[in-house]
Structure formats: structure tokens, C-alpha cells
């Protein structure tokens, strides 16, 4: 009976507080009203309205009435944003210093629209209205989510994004391995990566591995396209497409300045300078980032300029200059650990000389023209030149050195830092192309049409060579190697998008054309051969109901061979076809209110022809092939909850989940395996290499006013490395099984507002686990616990 009496009461006093507090709550709320007008002093009705308190994540949304006017209630007291937008009209964003029942008078100006045009432009999806017209998978990471996880790079912050598997390599994120939806990560070869749409890869046609990246803190957003939409870009249509934004210029000059440090003498500086000059737009931004890697005797450091110019012509004609500059200075060695190497000391490395030196300069110059409200023509013309200086003495496990039995000097390891020598792998790409994309839009009856046309002309060069040293720590020596491999690929393609009332449908093709030329420079010898290659592509929305869009779409994989892969070093053709895959897709993405946006996928990935290539970064065993038929079949999943949208609180708990199940993944047909020894083995059913079944990052956060806190768990599945799945480790340690793998983040930030600054700190990798991710040219560890404190200013 005490015990009752005792649960009834504390009930009551429950309900009480919670009764009280919710009177209290109430009289502290506010209703804010306001009215939208042009510069003449009319009205502008269906303006969207976005009222925001950042530090709480706290928004409102809502649109202006036939009279221009706005309203939101049950607002409390405090600091806000109004951010107001409507077509035609320059977007106008104020603060609203809300105390008691508050009106707000907000005035437009008229916008450029061919900068509205040369903005969106560089978007996968430029406007709501078309991320919801988009068949396909498609997820953004946005700036506050990249700022407030205080990500380390971009393995990191690509984590978030469901179908996404990264392999990390050095630990510092400067190469990260991106597979999307069970294809390979290594060197990204399977992603295409964009630019503000421009292509960044240093040679997307003839050598798509990717060994230069950009720092994160070039950027503001990210993009992942998984479907029907890719084959607007090419070449590679297999995976994905992932596009980093740049932030343009702000109307106000401001500076920003972050600091941070951590242990194992990480230090990253970026500093920041903007604003809005007469006509003239003005960005400039430059990062220098230095650490201690993933193993002993593993360094890095980089230096990143970049600079965006935006000028307006007149109000149908725009230009915008990008330029950007990067060297790198590593200490880092290819090789990965044998399993004695491993399990002696896991972050070991015996390679003391090995050194990385890379240097890009990128330009781009896009002009935009607009001729009618619903036709422009958008042009960008880049150009990019990229060196890759790698010393090294050893290109995998099996090499223990790789001029052991070369040099007469160079018995064994035992030799390796007095009288072995190394390999010096040397590289310069230059690249050149224009690409002209007209949009036109145009209404035939009741369906209303987005027609997009578009061309590419592209140029790369390549010149390889390689030399041996005789020494541990030699920069020069004895020519082996020297090839030049061109490629000059014109492609095209055409795609209209119908909408008829709640429905879209979007066929498109696309077609490639590419030239392949080799020239080996040691014995003149030339190969050359041509392909040519039709990508169609069919994708469907249906808008049920409202911020609810049901997609589905079915397109052409294509990725080339390279040109290394087509043609052999004397010349002769290989017959080696293109990667080809149907790709399909069913899924729905909702916002069923402000609170909580949910995005679910089947898909299914059907090649008939997936390559195994012959590249150094597969390891020893990896051979010319064409790998035949495989099958990737799988469910995503990427949700987030939002309490302060939900319950209207000044604080916030938020939920965050990227999930991909993986189901099958397997090589089909007549398959054998590619290891030297086990060619005769049939791998028919067998899983494919680096395709884990489950992938899931979830995190859980608290912020109120200038505090927010959040933890985050990354869960990689067990994986094979190689086609005949083994379970035990090799001697070399390049073959055997890949356990799962758990990782623990959290980051807290505070934002001092009179100072204008935000101070933070961060763990990645809390309890300090090592786990084996990578076995493809030997054992490579995960990066170990990395602690990292630091400060941003805002002026």
C-alpha cells in the first residue's frame, strides 16, 4: 500500500512540474508577424520565409499570403535569422532581435538572374523544387553538419552518407578510398568527382585513380548522386557521383580564421576572406595542414590556396574564375605490413625514406548567359595540371625491398637503409576542356518540360616514368620507365524531364567517344585504339503528397578502361572492354514536416563486365582481366529527427543514421580466381573483395543557445580482400578476412557571440581501437585516437 501511495504521488508531482513548466513555457511565447515587399513598395506574395536560430536548431518555415504577409507563433524570446526567398528577387537574409509581439517589414531586391543561374548550375540538384523532381538517390551534407562535427577530412564526413564505404590509407584522409554501393574503393577508381560540376579528377578518362584530393576545408557542401541523373556528367556511371561545393562570395567583406591543434603534432590553420566589391564578387581561402599519420615514420603537410571570383557582365551575362593551388610534402611509404610485421608492432613502418611530393594548379572560367527567363546556356572551360613525385622502396608486402636481387648491394631488408636503393614513380598530367550545357524550360499542354543539352570536348596528357636510385634516400636515377598516354574524348548527351501534374519522367542518353594513345619512349613504339559508347538512362518521380517524393530510375554503368589497361608497354591492343553495369533503383525520400526527413532505396547493380585492373594499388596479385558478371543488391536508409522542430523547445536532441545493407554482392558467370597459384579455382558465388554487408553511422546530439554536443558510432562490416574469400591471413598478409570494425567520435562546440567566435574540441577514434583496413599491398592499420582542440573567429 506504501509503496502505491509512494508511485501516485511521485506521479502527481511529475505532472505538476510538467504543468507548470508548460505554463510557463506558454506565456513565453511570441508571435511574430512581417510582410515581404520589392523596392517599389508592392507586395510579393509566395515568398518562402525561414525563420532560424541556428545554436538551437530551431526553424520555422512558412510562405507570404496574396497580401505579402508572414506569420509564425509560439516563438520565445531571443536572437533569430529571417531568411527570405522568392523567384526573381535577390534572397535577403536579416536578424530579428525577437523580445515581445514583433513585426518585421522586409525588402527585396531584384536579382541577377544569370547569377541565379551560374549558382545553381553547380549543384547536382540546384533548387528544392528539383532535388524533388530528382529520380535518383541523391543526399547533401550541408555547412552546418560539416562545421559542427568538426569532420577531419573527407573519409570522414562522406561516413554520413548511406551506400558510402571509405578505406582509409595514411590516416590523415589526404586519399581517401570511396566504393558506393559494393564497388571497389580503391583510389576511387568507380566515383566520379566533381567540382562545383567541374571534373577534379586529374585524369577522369585514361587513369581515374585518385592520389590527389582537395582539403575539406575548401568546401562548404557535398553532394552524392547514386542514380539515373549521373549520366549528365560521366564518364564513370558505374557508383556515383560526388560533388564538392564552394562557398561563393558574401555581400559583406568578412574574414575567418580557425586554429586547431591535437596530438600526434597535428596542427590545421585556415584562413578565409570575402565580400561583395561594387559587382564584384571576391573569395579567398588558404589551409596549411601537417600531422603525424597512421604509422611510425609516416608524416604529411599541405598547403592549399583557392580563389573564386564572381562578375557579373549585366543581368544576363556572368562570369566566375576559380583558381587553386596545393603542394604536398610527405613522408609516406606505399607498402603495407606482412602478417609477422603486423602483429610484431601494427604501426610499424621500416621505410624511413620514402617521400610524396604533389603539386596541382587547377583554373576554370564559367560564363552564363540566360536569354529568356527559362533558357540559358552555362560554359565551363578548366584546365588542370597535377605532379606526383613517389620514392620509394617498396610498392607492397611481397617487395621486402623492391631492388632486393636487382642491386648486387641489396641482399635483403637487412641492406634497407645503407646500400639498397629505390624506385622513384614519376607523374605529371595536364588536362584541358570545355563543356556547353543549354537548359531550356518550356510548357507543351498540360506538361511542363526541363530540357537539358550538353557537349564535352577533353584533352589529357600523360607522362610516366620511372627511375631507380641506388640509394635509400635517392631523388634521381637510372630511366626504366617512360610512357605518354593521351586521351581526347568528345561525349554528349540530352535529357527532358516531364512533369505532368504529380509525376515526372526523364529519359536521357548519353554517348562517349574516347581515343586511347600510348607511346613508349624507351623502345618508339605507339599504340592507339578508339571506343565508343551509348549511356541511356530512365528515371521517374511521383509527389504523392506533400515533401514526399517516390523515385525510381534504371541507367547504363560505363567506366573506361585505362589507357595503361587497353594498351600494352610495346604497343598492342589489349582486349579489354569496358566496365558495363545496368543500374537500378527504387526508393522514396520524405519530409513529412520540418522535424524529420527520412530517405529509404532499394537498388541493384547488374555488370557484365566488371575489371580487374592491373594497378599497382591492387597489390601482387593483381592481373589484366576482364572480370566478368557480378551482382550488387542492397537496401539505404539516412533519416534525422530534430526535437526543437518537433516540440518548438529551446534546445534540441537530434538524431542522425546512415544504414546500407548489403545483401549480395558476388561474382557471377564462370568465374576464376585472379591470385597467382589459384587461377584454376572457380569464385562463383564467392563475395567480392571490400564489398562489407553493413555500414551504419549513427549519432546522437544535444544543443541549446551557443552549446552543442553530439557522440557518433561508425560500424563497418567483416569483409574479404580477396576473390577467394579467405579467412586466414597470408604470409604477405594481402589476403584474408577483415573483421568489423567499431569507431567512437564526439566533437563539443561553444559559441562566444561577442567575440564572434566558436571554440571547440574534438575525439575521434575514443577508445583508441586498431583494427586492419586495408590489405590490398599489405596490412594497413586504422588511425589510431586523435585528440584536437581549437578556436574559429569571425570578423
Not at 46 to 62: H, P, S, W, Y
Not at 288 to 309: P, Y
Amino acid at each position: 500500500m506504501l509503496n502505491k501511495k509512494f508511485w501516485i504521488w511521485v506521479v502527481l508531482g511529475v505532472l505538476t512540474c510538467y504543468a507548470v513548466t508548460g505554463v510557463n513555457a506558454q506565456s513565453n511565447k511570441i508571435q511574430v508577424r512581417g510582410s515581404v515587399k520589392d523596392i517599389h513598395g508592392g507586395t510579393v506574395a509566395g515568398a518562402n520565409v525561414k525563420f532560424e536560430q541556428r545554436e538551437i536548431l530551431f526553424e520555422q518555415n512558412t510562405t507570404t499570403n496574396e497580401h505579402g504577409e508572414f506569420e509564425f507563433i509560439n516563438v520565445t524570446k531571443g536572437l533569430y535569422q529571417i531568411t527570405v526567398s522568392a523567384h526573381n528577387f535577390a534572397k535577403q537574409t536579416q536578424s530579428a532581435n525577437v523580445s515581445q509581439a514583433n513585426s518585421f517589414e522586409i525588402i527585396l531586391q531584384p536579382e541577377s538572374l544569370a547569377e541565379y543561374v551560374s549558382v545553381t548550375s553547380s549543384y547536382l540538384a540546384g533548387t528544392p523544387e528539383a532535388l524533388e523532381r530528382t529520380a535518383g538517390s541523391i543526399e547533401k551534407i550541408d555547412k552546418e553538419t560539416l562545421e559542427n562535427a568538426r569532420v577531419f577530412n573527407f573519409s570522414e564526413a562522406l561516413r554520413k552518407v548511406a551506400g558510402v564505404n571509405i578505406r582509409d590509407e595514411e590516416g590523415f584522409g589526404l586519399r581517401p578510398n570511396i566504393g558506393i554501393r559494393g564497388t571497389n574503393p580503391t583510389r576511387s577508381t568507380k566515383i566520379l568527382l566533381l567540382e562545383d560540376g567541374i571534373p577534379l579528377a586529374y585524369a577522369p578518362y585514361g587513369d581515374n585513380a585518385s592520389y590527389y584530393h582537395p582539403p575539406i576545408e575548401r568546401f562548404e557542401s557535398v553532394e552524392v548522386l547514386k542514380g539515373a541523373g549521373q549520366i549528365e556528367y560521366g564518364p564513370v556511371t558505374v557508383a556515383g557521383v560526388v560533388n564538392y561545393i564552394t562557398p561563393n562570395p558574401p555581400e559583406k567583406p568578412s574574414f575567418s580564421l580557425k586554429l586547431l591543434g591535437g596530438n600526434r603534432n597535428y596542427f590545421n590553420g585556415n584562413a578565409g576572406f570575402g565580400g561583395t566589391f561594387g559587382k564584384t564578387g571576391l573569395l579567398l581561402n588558404l589551409t596549411r595542414k601537417q600531422g603525424a599519420g597512421a604509422r611510425d615514420n609516416v608524416r604529411s603537410g599541405l598547403n592549399d590556396f583557392s580563389s573564386k571570383v564572381v562578375q557579373p557582365i549585366n543581368d544576363k551575362n556572368i562570369l566566375i574564375f576559380k583558381y587553386s593551388h596545393y603542394n604536398e610534402d610527405s613522408q609516406l611509404t606505399y607498402s603495407g605490413l606482412t602478417e609477422a610485421e603486423y602483429a610484431a608492432n601494427p604501426r610499424q613502418n621500416p621505410f624511413l625514406h620514402d617521400s610524396l611530393n604533389l603539386f596541382r594548379e587547377g583554373l576554370s572560367v564559367s560564363h552564363t548567359v540566360v536569354f529568356t527567363s527559362k533558357a540559358s546556356l552555362n560554359t565551363n572551360a578548366y584546365t588542370s595540371y597535377f605532379s606526383r613525385d613517389w620514392w620509394r622502396q617498396s610498392s607492397n608486402s611481397g617487395e621486402r625491398p623492391n631492388r632486393r636481387g636487382n642491386d648486387p648491394d641489396c641482399r635483403g631488408m637487412q641492406d634497407l637503409l645503407t646500400t639498397c636503393g629505390n624506385q622513384g614513380r614519376l607523374r605529371d598530367y595536364r588536362i584541358y576542356g570545355i563543356e556547353p550545357r543549354f537548359n531550356m524550360q518550356f510548357d507543351f499542354g498540360e506538361v511542363r518540360n526541363n530540357l537539358d543539352i550538353g557537349f564535352r570536348v577533353h584533352h589529357e596528357n600523360q607522362d610516366r616514368r620511372q627511375k631507380n636510385g641506388d640509394l635509400p634516400n635517392s631523388r634521381d636515377g637510372v630511366l626504366v620507365e617512360s610512357n605518354v598516354r593521351r586521351n581526347f574524348a568528345v561525349s554528349g548527351f540530352i535529357q527532358n524531364r516531364f512533369v505532368w501534374k504529380d509525376f515526372s519522367f526523364t529519359p536521357g542518353v548519353r554517348i562517349e567517344n574516347i581515343k586511347f594513345k600510348r607511346i613508349n619512349r624507351l623502345n618508339n613504339t605507339i599504340g592507339e585504339t578508339e571506343l565508343t559508347q551509348v549511356i541511356p538512362g530512365f528515371g521517374m518521380t511521383f509527389n504523392a503528397f506533400r515533401n514526399t517524393t517516390f523515385f525510381a530510375g534504371v541507367h547504363r554503368g560505363f567506366a573506361p578502361p585505362t589507357t595503361a589497361d587497353i594498351i600494352s608497354n610495346n604497343g598492342g591492343v589489349v582486349d579489354l572492354k569496358s566496365e558495363l553495369s545496368w543500374n537500378y533503383e527504387i526508393g522514396a525520400r520524405t519530409r513529412l514536416f520540418s522535424a524529420l526527413s527520412l530517405e529509404g532505396t532499394f537498388f541493384r547493380t547488374d555488370y557484365e563486365n566488371q575489371i580487374v585492373p592491373a594497378s599497382v594499388a591492387g597489390g601482387i596479385g593483381a592481373v589484366i582481366t576482364n572480370g566478368g558478371k557480378t551482382l550488387h543488391q542492397g537496401l539505404e536508409f539516412s533519416g534525422q529527427i530534430d526535437s526543437a522542430k518537433l516540440f518548438t523547445t529551446d534546445y534540441n536532441i537530434y538524431f542522425r543514421t546512415a544504414y546500407t545493407y548489403l545483401g549480395i554482392a558476388e561474382f557471377r558467370g564462370n568465374r576464376f580466381s585472379s591470385i597467382s597459384g589459384f587461377t584454376n579455382t572457380s569464385v562463383t558465388g564467392n563475395r567480392l573483395p571490400y564489398a562489407p554487408k553493413n555500414l551504419l553511422t549513427t549519432s546522437i546530439g544535444y544543443s541549446f543557445r551557443n552549446f552543442d554536443a553530439f557522440l557518433e558510432n561508425n560500424f563497418i562490416g567483416k569483409q574479404f580482400s580477396d576473390d577467394l574469400n579467405s579467412i586466414n591471413s597470408s604470409t604477405n598478409g594481402q589476403n584474408g578476412a577483415i573483421e568489423s570494425q567499431i569507431y567512437w567520435n564526439t566533437t563539443a562546440n561553444y559559441r562566444i557571440e561577442k567575440l564572434k567566435a566558436t571554440i571547440f574540441i574534438t575525439a575521434k577514434n575514443i577508445f583508441n581501437k586498431t583494427f586492419i583496413v586495408d590489405r590490398s599491398r599489405g596490412i594497413l592499420p586504422s588511425s589510431p585516437r586523435l585528440l584536437q582542440g581549437g578556436f574559429k573567429l569571425n570578423f
